[in-house]
Structure formats: C-alpha cells, structure tokens
C-alpha cells in the first residue's frame, strides 16, 4: 500500500503561531488624518488583546492552552497524498493536499475563529458581530462563539443568504443569529437599499454593517470580527503550513510548488507563510494564490491604499485593490468575491515572492468534480479555484517529464454550496470577465489617496 496519509498525533500539534511581520517591511494603514493608525484608533472595534497581534513583530506568538484545546476536537488535520489524481492525470507530479475540510464547519476558518473568541473572551467582551460571504465564516464564527459561551451577529452578504439557506441553519445550529445584507438593522444598509434595492449585496457592504453594528451598541461589551484579510487572521490560519511542514518533513518530502486559492488571503497565507518565510532564507519553492478571474486583486488591480469596506469605516490598507465599492459578478466562490486582498499577500506579491494566478469559472468547477471523481471530497467553490491551479502545474509537469512536488490546501467542503454544482450540472453557470471599463470606473475611487512606497525586505 501506497503513503496515502500522513497523520500526526494530538501532541504534536504546534503550539506557536509564525507571524511574517516579524521578516517584511510593510507600509502602515493610515487613518482618516493620513497618518499611520495608532491602537487606540481600533479599541472601539477589537479587543486590544487582538490589536497587539495584528501589530506585533514577534516571530512566534504561543497559541494558548484553551485555543489547542478546541482546535484538538480536529487538528492536526491529514495530509493526503492525492494518488487517485496523479493516476488520472498520468502525471509524474506527487500532489499532496492539507485537508482542512474536516472541522465542524467543513473549512479552515475555525482556525482564526476559535482564536478569536478565545482572545475577546478573555477581554470581557459578550457579544461578536461579523460579515460572511458565502457563510462559511459566519458558521465558524458561530461554532467558535458557541464554544466559549459568546453571543454571535452575523450580517451574510444576501445573493449567498439565497443561494445557501443551509449556512443559516448552521449557524442557528450553534446559536448565532444571520441576517441578509444589506440590511435595514443598520444606517449604512439602508442607505444602500435606499438606492439600489435589488443589489446582490457585497462582503464591503456586509463589513461595513457588522463594524457599524459593533461599535454603536451602547453597552461597549460588543467587538466586531474579521474572517481573513487582517494580520492576526493570517498569523492564527499559520497552523496549517507549520503542521504541513512537519507532515511532510516525516515523509521525506519539500514542495517545489505551494498552491491556495485566495480571497481575503487567509487559507493560502496560512498554508504559505512558513514556506514564504524558507524563501526568504534562499530555498527554492514556487508560491502561487489562485482567484477567480471575475474578482481578479492580485492579478489585474494595482497596489494601493484603500478602504476595507465599502462605507470608509476601516483605515487604508497597502493592498492590491479593485476599489472598495466593487461589487463582483456573482460567481460561486462566494467567499473568493473580495474587493481587496490581505496586506500581508499583497506586499509578498509586490516583492514578487508569490506569483498569483487566475482562473476562470467553468474551468474552476471542471476541477471539482475531477477532484470529487477522485479523491472523494465535494470541494467547497473556493477551493475548485486552487484545484484547477493544480491540475493545470501536475499536466505541465507531465509534459516536461518532471517528478515536481506539488502541496495544495483543500481548504473546504462544498456539501453546503450543491445548489452551485447543481447549476454546472444543469449548465447554467457562466464564466464572468472584469471589463476594462468596469475595472477602471471601480478603481477611480483611490485615485486621490495616498500611494503605499514600494518596500523591499530583502
Ligand atoms: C472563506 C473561504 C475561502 C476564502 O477566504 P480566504 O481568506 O482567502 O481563505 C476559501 N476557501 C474556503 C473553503 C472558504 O470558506
């Protein structure tokens, strides 16, 4: 029998975060003054327990006893060898995936929700408001909160609150409550829907109410929260490249290849960052974040300074950016439809140590199913987005006859998202391009913000 899986114990579990601020330089977020925020600035919104990760430069946080304590109800979570694919491929690639599909959720959010709940806990905080696209942080959220005895607001961008009742009743599930955005809960939703009734409502909109939400209750024992995109986010998803490098170290093995699909940047940095950090120290491995080719960041927008929501509550943040009032073409991939990415990704990408891919709809989905025909796990649509990535470097590798070593992060399930994979069945999904145009009338908002300096950590 062939290496299928590579399992480590329950004590094996790393107990430190790696947190890459420590090993780049980066442009500061600035506030409405135009100068770089202070943690004051952010009391209203997070706890500062919270705030001191997302400005820390220590390289290596300890993850606290309660945090491994939940995390362990799943972690560590398989590496698998995806044998199935490289026979159907005939590629001479070995392509092995971190499965972080099997939390409670089905997805590698819990990782920086349970952390987070932990931390506003410890801060006397009661209540947590959040956004969720297509309702996977909303459920972690949810399933986190529940763990630690914390009241949970979710505000799910509403063509994903159509498209995916079941998030709902997850979230209800573990006692959150969700309500679709925009919404008359908040002066920003209604705002919105003042002037544009019928919109499919975006992850800028939904964080805008949420952040809104937070820090106009009155009691002051409610904090907002974040599923990816800021530091602390990226730095607690550190776990899964940590464990997958010791997976992979009991096997004898390195990627020469790193793939995640990417959003807001949190499963790919998570998978990515120790890897980033050995190519910082001269190891040779290809980084590659996949987005869907409707909501292109990285590929296709500059790297500017701009607003994280859609109503201007959050600081500028250095990030490639399609503007802060892009509302993306309702693709699927309902958690990859982010108008920015996180600065941490952005600033890598700047410096050219990972190398962004994009791929279309129908391409994405083809991959799935190949995947599910395969290995067996109905990927979430995000993760359809890396696996195409995958398929596409194993056939180059067979092609040039290399046996490349590819590590991918599967980073969820899609048993909640059928009603998609319904469509492509059906063939009703489509593929979407940014236009020109459209691309240029949504990043005319920055044009007179500050413009982030080009740094170089090396
Ligand atoms: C939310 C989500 C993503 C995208 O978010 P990132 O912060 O970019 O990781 C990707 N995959 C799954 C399964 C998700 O739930």
């Given at each position: 029998m062939k290496t299928q899986k590579?399992?480590?114990?329950?004590?094996?579990?790393?107990?430190?975060?790696?947190?890459?601020?420590?090993?780049?330089?980066?442009?500061?977020?600035?506030?409405?003054?135009?100068?770089?925020?202070?943690?004051?600035?952010?009391?209203?919104?997070?706890?500062?327990?919270?705030?001191?990760?997302?400005?820390?430069?220590?390289?290596?946080?300890?993850?606290?006893?309660?945090?491994?304590?939940?995390?362990?109800?799943?972690?560590?979570?398989?590496?698998v060898r995806a044998t199935r694919l490289e026979e159907v491929l005939d590629t001479?690639a070995k392509i092995y995936f971190?499965n972080?599909?099997?939390?409670?959720?089905?997805?590698?959010?819990?990782?920086?929700?349970?952390?987070?709940?932990?931390?506003?806990?410890?801060?006397?905080?009661?209540?947590?408001?959040?956004?969720?696209?297509?309702?996977?942080?909303?459920?972690?959220?949810?399933?986190?909160?529940?763990?630690?005895?914390?009241?949970?607001?979710?505000?799910?961008?509403?063509?994903?609150?159509?498209?995916?009742?079941?998030?709902?009743?997850?979230?209800?599930?573990?006692?959150?409550?969700?309500?679709?955005?925009?919404?008359?809960?908040?002066?920003?939703?209604?705002?919105?829907?003042?002037?544009?009734?019928?919109?499919?409502?975006?992850?800028?909109?939904?964080?805008?109410?949420?952040?809104?939400?937070?820090?106009?209750?009155?009691?002051?024992?409610?904090?907002?929260?974040?599923?990816?995109?800021?530091?602390?986010?990226?730095?607690?998803?550190?776990?899964?490249?940590?464990?997958?490098?010791?997976?992979?170290?009991?096997?004898?093995?390195?990627?020469?290849?790193?793939?995640?699909?990417?959003?807001?940047?949190?499963?790919?940095?998570?998978?990515?960052?120790?890897?980033?950090?050995?190519?910082?120290?001269?190891?040779?491995?290809?980084?590659?974040?996949?987005?869907?080719?409707?909501?292109?960041?990285?590929?296709?927008?500059?790297?500017?300074?701009?607003?994280?929501?859609?109503?201007?509550?959050?600081?500028?943040?250095?990030?490639?950016?399609?503007?802060?009032?892009?509302?993306?073409?309702?693709?699927?991939?309902?958690?990859?439809?982010?108008?920015?990415?996180?600065?941490?990704?952005?600033?890598?990408?700047?410096?050219?140590?990972?190398?962004?891919?994009?791929?279309?709809?129908?391409?994405?989905?083809?991959a799935?199913v190949t995947l599910a025909r395969t290995e067996g796990i109905?990927p979430?649509?995000?993760?359809?987005?890396?696996l195409?990535?995958v398929i596409?470097?194993a056939?180059?590798?067979?092609?040039?006859?290399?046996?490349?070593?590819?590590?991918?992060?599967w980073?969820?399930?899609?048993?909640?998202?059928?009603?998609?994979?319904?469509?492509?069945?059906?063939?009703?999904?489509?593929?979407?391009?940014?236009?020109?145009?459209?691309?240029?009338?949504?990043?005319?908002?920055?044009?007179?913000?500050?413009?982030?300096?080009?740094?170089?950590?090396?």
């Open positions: 590579v399992i480590l114990n329950s004590d094996e579990i790393p107990r430190q975060w790696y947190n890459i601020q420590a090993d780049i330089k980066m442009n500061p977020p600035l506030g409405p003054d135009g100068n770089p925020v202070t943690p004051d600035a952010l009391a209203p919104v997070f706890p500062m327990n919270l705030i001191e990760q997302e400005v820390s430069d220590q390289r290596w946080i300890d993850i606290p006893e309660a945090v491994l304590d939940v995390l362990s109800m799943w972690r560590p979570t398989p590496l001479p971190k972080e599909s099997v939390s409670p959720p089905g997805s590698h959010k819990p990782n920086t929700a349970v952390a987070q709940a932990y931390y506003n806990k410890e801060f006397g905080i009661k209540k947590i408001t959040t956004e969720t696209g297509a309702g996977q942080w909303g459920s972690a959220l949810s399933f986190a909160c529940s763990q630690f005895g914390l009241e949970c607001k979710v505000y799910m961008v509403r063509i994903s609150f159509d498209q995916k009742p079941y998030r709902k009743s997850m979230m209800e599930a573990w006692g959150g409550k969700c309500i679709p955005s925009p919404s008359m809960a908040t002066k920003t939703g209604a705002e919105i829907l003042k002037n544009d009734p019928d919109t499919p409502g975006s992850l800028g909109i939904a964080i805008s109410e949420a952040i809104e939400a937070a820090v106009t209750d009155p009691s002051g024992e409610t904090r907002y929260s974040l599923g990816s995109v800021l530091n602390h986010v990226l730095l607690h998803q550190t776990i899964i490249g940590l464990e997958a490098k010791k997976q992979m170290e009991k096997i004898g093995e390195y990627p020469e290849i790193v793939i995640g699909c990417a959003g807001g940047g949190s499963n790919f940095a998570g998978l990515a960052f120790p890897f980033a950090s050995d190519k910082m120290n001269g190891r040779d491995v290809e980084i590659l974040p996949v987005e869907p080719s409707a909501c292109p960041t990285l590929t296709r927008a500059p790297f500017v300074y701009d607003h994280g929501d859609t109503a201007k509550f959050t600081p500028l943040m250095p990030m490639h950016s399609l503007g802060h009032a892009f509302v993306p073409a309702p693709i699927h991939a309902g958690g990859l439809r982010y108008h920015g990415m996180a600065p941490l990704v952005s600033q890598l990408a700047v410096e050219g140590i990972i190398d962004p891919r994009s791929v279309s709809q129908l391409k994405s989905y083809e799935g109905i979430a649509p995000e993760t359809t987005n890396a195409a990535c596409e470097e056939l180059k590798a067979k092609a040039e006859g290399k046996e490349k070593v590819i590590l991918f992060n980073s969820g399930h899609g048993l909640v998202d059928l009603g998609a994979y319904e469509k492509y069945f059906a063939g009703e999904l489509k593929d979407y391009s940014l236009s020109e145009e459209d691309q240029a009338k949504s990043e005319s908002v920055f044009k007179d913000f500050p413009k982030p300096e080009i740094l170089s950590s090396k």
